[in-house]
């Protein structure tokens, strides 16, 4: 059985990642590996835990080693409009961090996940069915580190025979663990707020299409390209993915169908605003489809009708 190691096990995509891998691949079998935040439980609980900042490379080494790793996941980073406050940072540990990661791979003979975003396109790219290979000149230091970060994955593969593999994931919407600090985390708060009764006030304008995806889909896109067949791979890293396409208004009114009298308004957040003009509407994923299968199974109705049943239960609704 593979031994795989996931990082960032505190952050949105790592909380439920690891509960998937360690059902599919058993407990002991996926090491969990945070820095600041811990866990909760349910990841404490049900198989190993390491604690070690990314940037420090022997902490990555000697885990990799410990454990014989055969997979990593890197999912540790600072997300866009937390980079925006804190570049060096966001750059240190997005960077300096996945070189490390590749590193310790290169010399372990591990494969390399590598979680890239819609924030790697920037305003010179095609908004509209955006293609695979296009334009990327993002503004941000995140989509910077992110277009970074998908050419040293392929620079690993082509040079060291890494076996790299990554999507460029939309903003991803979920009711375990909150997103914290990026551009498209109005979509998670504004369940929050619609579930304890409240108004939501969109930190983006109305008419900002994005694409977004349900965490289920996401998680299940992340073990696919990992499992897929090498051979039918001929971009290997950072596919399109993409599951639906919404502004904040058409949110707003899909909540509306289950809770009638929510309402929502605006209060833009230049930040963010210009980061989201900067990121495209709507992906082509043609290529992940051919190349390994993906599909999404929830769009933006099957999305909210979940969402809204599942976080009803976690906050006592
Ligand atoms: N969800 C991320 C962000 O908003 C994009 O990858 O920063």
Redo the contacts with the bound molecule.
Sequence with gaps: MKRILVTGAAGQIGSELIVALRQRYGGNNVIACGHRTMPDRKILDSGPFESFDVRDSSAVTDVVSKYEVDIIYHLAGI???TGEAKPQLAWDININGLSNVLETARQHGCAVFFPS???SFGPSTPQVNTPQETIQRPQSI?GIS?VSGELLCDYYYHRFGVDSRGLR????ISYETL?G?????YAVEIFYAALRGKKYTSFLQKGTRLDMMYMPDAIRAAIAVMEADPGRLIIRNAFNITAMSFAPEDLCAEIQKFIPDFTMDYKVDPVRQA?ADSWPNNMDDSAARMQWGWQPEYDLPAMTKDMIEKLSCKLGR
Excluded at 169 to 172: E, Q, S, T
């Design positions: 997300l866009s409009a975003s819609i924030a995140y992110k994931f939309p903003g991803l997103p600090g990026g551009t498209t985390d980061i």
